[in-house]
């Protein structure tokens, strides 16, 4: 419970620590560590790294060439290239579930590479505890690294004292939506779950596609799922009572949040073949004004204001559910982060890479119109630097937060989150009584939990 007391702490203020003030300078140096270049990064220059040539591995999550990471991504690693020609940056760009995958079959056979993402707290203990991480301590104490994140953030990626992965972001689930296609099919903005069934038929009628997701990557409709069972259970912590003992999914909310996510789906809300979009085509859909709709984490901001759609876009809180919930409430997303494997044959490169990356990643991610949401602190004017109404009003919900869960697959072990995902996407294929889905649920949470 401390540990989201901290969270909620981090999402309320801490994100808005994006400070919204006049430029001040880029991130925090030690003075005389770094040398200026002409793309305005900063290379460190306390580190001694060897003069041999050396091939990094650097897997990560940023395969879209629209999103604005995967241009700062690679900005800053043909800088790095440039500064240190005896250093070579493999990438490895694979979406969210393509990674997860490959990652745990290198795990297996302890081939992680220099470089990987993981996510927070349950879905990274496995790797700690199998020690195939790097702790980071010392590297976070170099060129004031440690505080350059939010207060607090760093907890859900710490165990027994160590630091094991630095986090890109720190986001709230939120639904965005075409104003133009709004207009068009003549509907306003859900503030009831009912409300939000009857825009969907709407647009439906209307030859309007009203959501998009990506769900041949799992985990996005069970965001979504998450925080319709948020409002379903009056408030979070489901979960944890599950975990207690003092709930079973076979209770009312959770069923009822079911029933609620299929008649979304029976509404029509999604595309068709909607399990055979990955995150980036499903996303794209709503980026190239193609739906009217779409459930995300504020990540996704940067990607919709750099797109066609841009200047079309409002954003909004998922509604009530039944007279349940409250809209202030929200899914709550520390980001995924950066790990280094314990076993790297290059550790002190690879540590003296991501050193320099992460130092300059906030100011690059500000004037890549990628920053909100990020979970490093920000100098820099949103407004005056161009960032959109849009993005805005996405800062501007920040300061509403009054609590949420975190993913379910951040939440319960792995065994457990795999039955809920591959329970979640096949009703996107068939409808099922919402007692039989608990029940698998329930199964699969005792078989992993004995």
């Not at 972001?169 to 068009?184: M, P, S, T, W």
């Not at 975190?406 to 409808?431: E, R, W, Y």
Request: one cysteine or more; a negative charge.
């Amino acid at each position: 419970m401390a540990k989201m007391s901290k969270l909620l702490s981090l999402v309320m203020t801490g994100t808005l620590a994006l400070s919204l003030t006049a430029c001040g300078g880029g991130s925090k140096t030690d003075e005389g560590s770094t040398s200026s270049n002409a793309s305005g990064t900063s290379s460190n220059t306390t580190e001694t790294v060897k003069e041999k040539n050396v091939t990094i591995t650097f897997q990560n999550i940023y395969p879209d060439p629209t999103d604005p990471k995967n241009k700062l991504m690679n900005k800053l690693v043909k800088q790095y290239e440039t500064d240190h020609p005896n250093i070579k940056i493999e990438l490895d760009s694979l979406n969210t579930d393509q990674q997860k995958l490959k990652l745990k079959t290198q795990a297996a056979s302890k081939e992680v590479p220099d470089i990987t993402v993981v996510n927070p707290a349950a879905q990274m203990q496995p790797f700690v505890d199998a020690k195939l991480l790097a702790p980071l301590n010392d590297m976070l104490d170099q060129n004031g690294l440690k505080d350059t994140f939010q207060d607090g953030l760093l907890d859900w990626y710490s165990f027994d004292g160590n630091t094991y992965a630095l986090p890109d972001g720190n986001n709230i689930g939120v639904v965005y939506y075409n104003k133009e296609l709004f207009d068009k099919a003549g509907v306003k903005v859900p503030t009831t779950f009912e409300e939000m069934l009857d825009v969907v038929k709407t647009l439906k009628s209307q030859k309007i596609q009203p959501m998009a997701i990506g769900e041949k990557d799992s985990w996005t409709g069970s965001f979504l799922f998450m925080n319709m069972l948020l409002r379903t259970n009056n408030g979070p912590g489901f979960l944890k009572d599950v975990v207690d003992k003092k709930k079973t999914f076979d209770d009312p909310a959770f069923k009822e949040a079911v029933d609620a996510f299929e008649n979304l789906v029976q509404a029509g809300a999604f595309q068709d073949g909607a399990t055979s979009f990955d995150y980036n085509a499903g996303e794209n859909l709503f980026k190239t004004g193609k739906a009217a709709m779409y459930y995300m984490g504020t990540w996704a901001t940067g990607g919709i204001e750099t797109s066609s759609v841009n200047g079309k876009v409002g954003v909004f809180k998922f509604p009530t559910i039944n007279g349940k919930g409250n809209p202030d409430e929200f899914m709550l997303a520390p980001g995924s982060a950066f790990a280094i494997s314990a076993d790297s044959k290059h550790l002190d490169e690879t540590k003296a890479f991501l050193n320099w990356f992460m130092i300059n990643f906030p100011k690059e991610a500000f004037e890549a119109k990628g920053a909100v949401g990020i979970g490093q602190k920000v100098d820099g004017d949103f407004k005056a630097a161009g960032y959109s109404d849009m993005a805005m009003d996405v800062l501007g919900l920040f300061k509403d937060v009054k609590g949420g869960d975190l993913a379910f697959d951040n939440t319960m072990n792995p065994g457990t989150a795999q039955v809920h995902l591959t329970s979640i996407q096949n009703l996107f294929a068939q409808k099922k009584d919402a007692t039989e889905v608990a029940k698998e649920h329930q199964a699969a949470f005792e078989a992993n939990n004995k």
